[in-house]
T-cell receptor, first 114, second 113 residues
Framework: RKEVEQDPGPFNVPEGATVAFNCTYS??????FFWYRQDCRKEPKLLMS???SGNEDGRFTAQLNRASQYISLLIRDSKLSDSATYLC???????????????FGSGTRLQVQP | DVKVTQSSRYLVKRTGEKVFLECVQD?????MFWYRQDPGLGLRLIYF???????EKGDIPEGYSVSREKKERFSLILESASTNQTSMYLC????????????FGQGTRLTVV
């Protein structure tokens, strides 16, 4: 089982739609959670951190459910420029010594259409 | 602006060659990482380092080694390149605390023929 799992999509939505992505993680000891955005042929960049109480940044809302071990990202009023792959990231432990390192999901592809 | 710079955007190497991928960061970050990214598999951690001369295996270290002689530089070495190491390689850096943002280089697309 992958440590971080996401639906690969693609999610094809019209402009103005609301879209939600979920991500599950297997390590209950994980402490930090993030959403990264990756544009085609570019490097990943931090979109937002995910806090226990949930947090919002403009049209983007992130939530964490520790009991069920999932993280969500909600995008309201989708724009064409939101088209990208969204990566769920968990601060997990490496298999070697257990030291923490960021573990990435495979990503969910979003295509916003005019 | 934080900068993580990888030495090459594209590389083509022959099977059996020794390959060096270099990464330099200018933010005085303690942590540095090497990932590879393949379609459908996402980013997978190869090795990381949390201090000079310190290294730890990630999830897929086989066939790779690393070197960190200076804080700002982290090198990934393919001792004997094979075709299944054809991939996008991404270097990243972050501060030591686990909950901080990681900054990525632009990636190196390596093709082994």
């Amino acid at each position: 089982r992958k440590e971080v799992e996401q639906d690969p999509g693609p999610f094809n939505v019209p402009e103005g739609a609301t879209v939600a992505f979920n991500c599950t993680y297997s390590n209950s000891a994980s402490q930090s959670f993030f959403w990264y955005r990756q544009d085609c042929r570019k490097e990943p960049k931090l979109l937002m951190s995910v806090y226990s109480s949930g947090n919002e940044d403009g049209r983007f809302t992130a939530q964490l459910n520790r009991a069920s071990q999932y993280i969500s990202l909600l995008i309201r009023d989708s724009k064409l420029s939101d088209s990208a792959t969204y990566l769920c990231v968990v601060n997990g432990r490496t298999m070697d010594t257990g030291r923490r390192a960021l573990t990435f999901g495979s990503g969910t592809r979003l295509q916003v259409q005019p | 602006d934080v900068k993580v710079t990888q030495s090459s955007r594209y590389l083509v190497k022959r099977t059996g060659e020794k390959v060096f991928l270099e990464c330099v960061q200018d933010m005085d970050h303690e942590n540095m990482f090497w990932y590879r990214q393949d379609p459908g598999l996402g980013l997978r951690l190869i090795y990381f380092s949390y201090d000079v001369k310190m290294k730890e295996k990630g999830d897929i270290p086989e066939g790779y080694s690393v070197s960190r002689e200076k804080k700002e530089r982290f090198s990934l070495i393919l001792e004997s390149a094979s075709t299944n190491q054809t991939s996008m390689y991404l270097c990243a850096s972050s501060f030591l605390q686990g909950g901080t943002e990681a900054f990525f280089g632009q990636g190196t697309r390596l093709t082994v023929v």
